[in-house]
């Protein structure tokens, strides 16, 4: 009975924000669907300015139940700008929570609606967010040989040319980085150790630059900076010193993570190199250092390096004015069609016809 108990208990950590954020999304997607039918007679930077209003209001409902419902402490080494910037952030990729770090980043720069990500393929079949994501702004791409690079071009013209702000998210290793997948870790220092010049990393994977370089390429007249992030999950080492998983999304709302260190390091577009080869060394002397940083965290001796980033870390606490009223107009938003046998059928049906148009979209678009 009691060991019954435990467990619902802990499930409910989860299951709570998880049906709020699930269920809150048929409201959200009416809504966006109501205005994206109202601006095509209108310019694309109106729709782009709402859309990126409502994005803002969805993901800081997100933000409320990662920070504020977890009690996570976020510790930030390097300085955010205060003003919202046209921007590509790259960062190391370990677990399914990595997405909600650029959340966290980008609203404290008040710039949260302007976040697009590159995305795998498969996950634009993901049911009514997926096809939002890429109408967002958002790019689906297939790794190595199967890289569509007229697609991703087509889509970054599209989005630069109406205007559209861009804190566009990419993870340049292609996969999540996880100790305990062996093989993935050894294929790509082998591809490290074939390319010439190329140290081999040991906390993180080998960077693939197709995507980062055509978005450097394409986007450059209008980037202000590339913000290169370095995470480290707090609690992912075990009792022999050895490297475990980083927390998954479950895990995180179960509130298993006490602390996340971050280390930010802006880079002015002026400094980056264009040239392929060239802004191919760059991209791994970047990831030379995030590995440099995540070895002293997870491995160092001397306790001034272990379990920290290089510089001054400060707690960085989520005001809960940045992420309650979200949270609240979107619960008001979805309350009344579960209260009436109509908003329910309407509910139902927004999940269903939703999926289905997203799939027949995202299958059927270039």
């Not at 994206?36 to 409320?64: E, G, N, W």
């Not at 993870?171 to 140290?199: C, H, M, W």
Request: aromatic share 12%.
């Amino acid at each position: 009975m009691l060991l019954s108990l435990v467990v619902h208990t802990y499930s409910l950590r989860y299951w709570f924000p998880a049906t709020i954020m699930l269920g809150t999304a048929p409201a959200y997607v009416l809504s966006w669907g109501v205005w994206r039918l109202l601006s095509t007679v209108l310019p694309a930077r109106f729709y782009h300015k709402l859309d990126d209003r409502l994005y803002c209001i969805y993901q800081s409902m997100v933000l409320f139940f990662f920070e504020n419902y977890t009690g996570v402490e976020i510790v930030i080494y390097g300085d955010i700008p205060k003003n919202k910037e046209n921007v590509i952030y790259l960062s190391n990729h370990q677990c399914t929570a990595d997405w909600i770090i650029a959340d966290m980043l980008a609203i404290r720069q008040s710039a949260i609606g302007h976040i697009r990500y590159v995305l795998k393929d498969g996950l634009k079949w993901l049911p009514l967010y997926g096809w939002y994501f890429s109408q967002h702004g958002g790019i689906f791409v297939k790794r190595s040989a199967k890289f569509n690079e007229k697609a991703m071009k087509r889509k970054l013209l599209s989005q630069t040319r109406c205007g559209a702000p861009m804190y566009l998210v990419i993870f340049p290793e292609g996969t999540r980085y996880n100790p305990e997948l062996k093989n993935v870790i050894t294929d790509s220092q082998k591809f490290a150790e074939r390319e010439a010049g190329l140290a081999v990393l040991k906390h993180t994977l080998t960077p693939r630059v197709k995507a980062s370089h055509l978005a450097v390429n394409i986007m450059n007249d209008s980037l202000d900076a590339v913000y290169d992030v370095t995470v480290a999950y707090e609690g992912t080492l075990d009792d022999s010193g050895q490297r475990r998983p980083a927390p998954s999304m479950t895990e995180f709302l179960c509130k298993e993570c006490p602390r996340i260190h971050i280390h930010f390091d802006r880079v002015d577009i002026k400094g980056i190199p264009l040239e392929p080869e060239l802004f191919r060394r760059w991209m791994h002397k970047r990831f030379e250092m995030k590995d440099r940083m995540l070895t002293d965290f997870y491995e160092s001796e001397d306790p001034d390096k272990k379990g920290r980033f290089p510089g001054e870390g400060r707690i960085s606490p989520l005001n809960l004015s940045k992420s309650l009223p979200s949270a609240l107009i979107l619960g008001g938003l979805t309350l009344p069609m579960l209260l009436t046998e109509n908003g329910r059928k309407l509910y139902v049906r927004t999940w269903v016809y939703g999926t289905l148009l997203g799939w027949l979209w995202v299958n059927i678009s270039p």
